[in-house]
Every structure is written in structure tokens, then in C-alpha cells.
């Protein structure tokens, strides 16, 4: 009887949805709301930026304590049911800011559950030689989404009140369900195949997986977690701030500031494309720490981009928009592959479990920060300077990061039912 055709594509696909659904297209429409939610409740900037870092603080315990734990393609549903409640409960505000940050640590946990741990391990698991493009052409539906996310938001708003546009995209997330019980499995074993869909290499040596204490301890741990933090960082305070940043430039008009937004964003997310396909193919062919750096460089130089964007110049928000756009789509993908090249595969979930947490602390905390400075200095024209000191500390972090060795492939020989996150629930002690 022939064997079954390699499940591999299949896996690729449902993580196309599935990633793009639970992660991309809550996180790049949610600030669409914020200037909303400064005219309907009365909130400061700095309010406003702040429901999101609190919210981290208080459930960042889930990616190590329960990720290791569950069936990733599980945890992808649990997930993207607590994000469709906190977009129901956000439409639903009474106007306190408490309920405000409880609405958003129910949208945290469900993004540290159903975000990119569930995926990067999935993928990991059905990949070792190409790697690197399964996470690159996967990752593309999180710009992908995010993309239509921004196109679907400013013409809701139009027909229907905000907060009716709030409750819309909360069901776009259980469209991730049938995706991750029907399509998704967890490792190639569950279905008796193997990564890559090639015959495992009885002879390869099997690598150790680093105890915690271990990756703690490694210069290199730090050095990847400093300058992701940062150039994430970075990255979030455009994301979240654009709008605000876009008004204090002259987009003084509700209507023209949601198109002008509409237009940054959708064309950034669509440059994401571009950087996350390009440079996946390229991070399975040239070492990958120029390639990370040179990224993470690009970074500091988009963000200054967004002072050219004016009433006066509507046509620079393309350039702005592509040279970002293509820089955060290749810098978020960067981050699994160099780990599983530094501590490889069966160290990836532990690693990036600790990973990132600490980038997610960045991703919500800077933009808050950068909010904070803007009441304190008077506007974004100097506050914004900051994020750009930020990306250049991450590329200099990177820069300080081990050279490639000859890749010896550790992850290729792993055995991949002994890692983090099973499909049996298996539990990496």
C-alpha cells in the first residue's frame, strides 16, 4: 500500500490561517480604535498605551507555565477564543480604565497561548531542513490578515459605530477553529510520518537539550533576548502610536486620519510579505546573524520615515510604509530561527518560552513609554527619536552575538516527540 503523501504543506497552510487570524489580524487592528477610545471615554494617550503592558505583567506566567504543557494546535484555540472575548468585551467598555486593562489581560493571555509559541514549535516539528521558508511563507498570513484587518475597520466605521465594529473582528477569530482540529497536527509522529516527510537519520547524534539554568548562563541567550526586546520594541511603538503620531502631523480629520492609517499600515503589512519570504529563503542559505543584523539596522532607519508623512505629502507614507513594513516582517520571523541555531531544536521552547515574554514586555511597555515622553516633551517629534536609539541598541546587541558556525544541523537530528509542547501533551521536565 503506498504511503501517505507528506502532510508538510498542509501544515504550512492551516499555520498560514491560523497565525494569521490569532496573532496578525488582532494585533495591527487594535490601535485603530485607540483615538476612538480617546473621544468615546475621555482617556489620555498615556492611559490608553497602558492597558496593554499591564496586562502583560500580569499573565507573562502563561508562555512558560502553561505553553509547555498543552497540545500547541489546542492552545491555538483555547487562544483565539479569550482574544474573541476581549474584542467583545473591548466594544462593551463602561468607561473605567480598570475594566479597560481586565479586557486587555484576557486579550494577552489569549495572545500567549495562541500566537507564535504554538506555531514556531508546529512548525519546527514537521521541518528541519527548510526551516526557514515554512516559517517564512507560515508567518505571511499573519501580515496577510493584519493587512485586511486594515482594510475591513475603516470601512466598517463608516457604515457602523466602532464599538459594532469592535464585536466583527472578534469573530473573525473562531474562524481559526476549524483550522487548528481539522487541519493542524501537532508532529509529523501523530500521523506516522517524519519532518520533512524524509526517512530520519539513524545514524545522527542526538543533541542535548540545554537546561534552563544552562540557556540562563549563555552570553548568547542574553544577547538574542536584549536585541529582540529592543528592535520589537521599536517596531510595537509605530504600530500602536502611528495614528496618534499621524494626527499630531496634521491628519487632524477623523475620516482622512483612519484612510491615511489605513493606507500605512496595509502597505507596511504587505511589505511583511515580501521581507518574511525573501529573508526566509535567504536564512536557509547565508549565516543568519548578518542577515539578522542588517535587518534589525533597517529597523533604525524606517522609523524616522513617519516624520515625512503630511497632509502636504501624502505620497511619502508609501516609502515610509515599504521600508518599515519590509523590516518587521523579517525581523519577527529572525527570532525562532537564530534560537533554534543557538540552542537548538529541542532547546527552542524552553528558549523562546523566555524569549518571548521578554519581547512582548518591550512590545507593550515602549509604546507607553514613548506615549509618556510625547505628554512630558510636547509631541512625537522628539519622543519618537527614542525608539530609534532603542532599534540600534537591538542591532548592536545582535551584532555582538556569535558568529555562524558551520551549521551541524543539531536541530535536524533531534527526535522531535521529546520536545517541548507534544501532541500527547508531552511535557519538557
Known amino acids: 500500500r503506498a504511503s501517505r503523501p507528506f502532510r508538510g504543506p498542509w501544515i504550512i497552510a492551516g499555520c498560514f490561517l491560523t497565525f494569521g487570524i490569532a496573532s ?24 490608553i498605551t497602558l492597558g496593554a503592558p499591564i496586562a502583560v505583567l500580569l499573565t507573562i506566567w502563561a508562555g512558560p507555565v502553561i505553553v509547555p504543557k498543552w497540545s500547541p494546535r489546542w492552545l491555538i484555540v483555547i487562544g483565539t477564543g479569550l482574544t474573541f472575548l476581549a474584542f467583545q468585551w473591548f466594544a462593551r467598555l463602561s468607561g473605567s480604565t480598570i475594566e479597560y486593562y481586565a479586557a486587555w489581560c484576557v486579550y494577552m493571555l489569549g495572545y500567549f497561548l495562541s500566537g ?23 508567518y505571511v498570513g499573519g501580515a496577510l490578515l493584519g493587512a485586511l484587518g486594515n482594510k475591513l475597520n475603516p470601512w466598517l466605521v463608516t457604515f457602523v459605530p466602532y464599538t459594532r465594529a469592535l464585536e466583527i473582528s472578534g469573530y473573525v477569530l473562531l474562524l481559526a477553529w ?32 540545554l ?71 535567504l536564512a536557509d542559505r547565508w549565516p543568519r546573524r548578518p542577515v539578522m543584523l542588517a535587518i534589525y539596522a533597517l529597523v533604525a532607519v524606517a522609523i524616522p520615515l513617519l516624520f515625512l508623512v503630511r497632509p502636504a505629502q501624502p505620497g511619502f507614507v508609501y516609502l515610509f510604509a ?11 520571523m529572525l527570532i525562532p530561527l537564530m534560537a533554534a541555531d543557538l540552542f537548538g531544536l529541542r532547546s527552542l521552547g524552553r528558549a523562546m518560552s523566555a524569549i518571548l515574554p521578554a519581547d512582548t514586555v518591550t512590545q507593550f511597555w515602549f509604546p507607553n513609554l514613548i506615549a509618556q515622553l510625547r505628554a512630558a516633551w510636547g509631541g512625537y517629534g522628539s519622543a519618537l527619536w ?26 535536524v537530528a533531534t527526535p522531535i516527540g521529546a520536545t517541548v509542547g507534544g501532541g500527547r501533551g508531552v511535557h519538557d521536565p
Open 211 to 281: 537546561p534552563f539554568a544552562d540557556l540562563l548562563g549563555r552570553r548568547a541567550f542574553w544577547l538574542l533576548l536584549l536585541g529582540s526586546a529592543a528592535s520589537i520594541g521599536s517596531i510595537a511603538t509605530v504600530n500602536f502610536l502611528m495614528k496618534f503620531v499621524l494626527e499630531e502631523q496634521g491628519f487632524v480629520d477623523q475620516a482622512l486620519r483612519n484612510q491615511i492609517w489605513g493606507t500605512a499600515s496595509s502597505t507596511a503589512l504587505v511589505a511583511a510579505i515580501a521581507g518574511r519570504v525573501l529573508v526566509g529563503q
Open 24 to 47: 496578525g489580524f488582532p494585533y495591527y487592528n487594535i490601535a485603530f480604535f485607540f483615538d476612538y477610545f480617546r473621544t468615546d471615554h475621555g482617556w489620555t494617550q498615556q492611559a
Open 386 to 411: 527614542v525608539s530609534c536609539l532603542m532599534a540600534g541598541l537591538g542591532a548592536a546587541a545582535i551584532a555582538g552575538l556569535p558568529g555562524d558556525r558551520r551549521r551541524t544541523e543539531e536541530s
Open 178 to 209: 476549524p483550522v487548528a482540529l481539522f487541519v493542524l497536527r501537532d508532529r509529523p509522529e501523530d500521523l506516522g510520518q517524519t519532518a520533512d516527510g524524509l526517512p530520519e537519520d539513524p545514524t545522527a547524534e542526538e543533541p542535548i537539550r
Open 116 to 138: 507564535p509559541i504554538p506555531h514556531q514549535i508546529i512548525l519546527s516539528h514537521w521541518y528541519k531542513k527548510r526551516r526557514g521558508r515554512a516559517m517564512g511563507l507560515a
Open 322 to 332: 515599504v521600508i518599515f513594513g519590509f523590516a518587521m516582517g523579517a525581523d519577527y
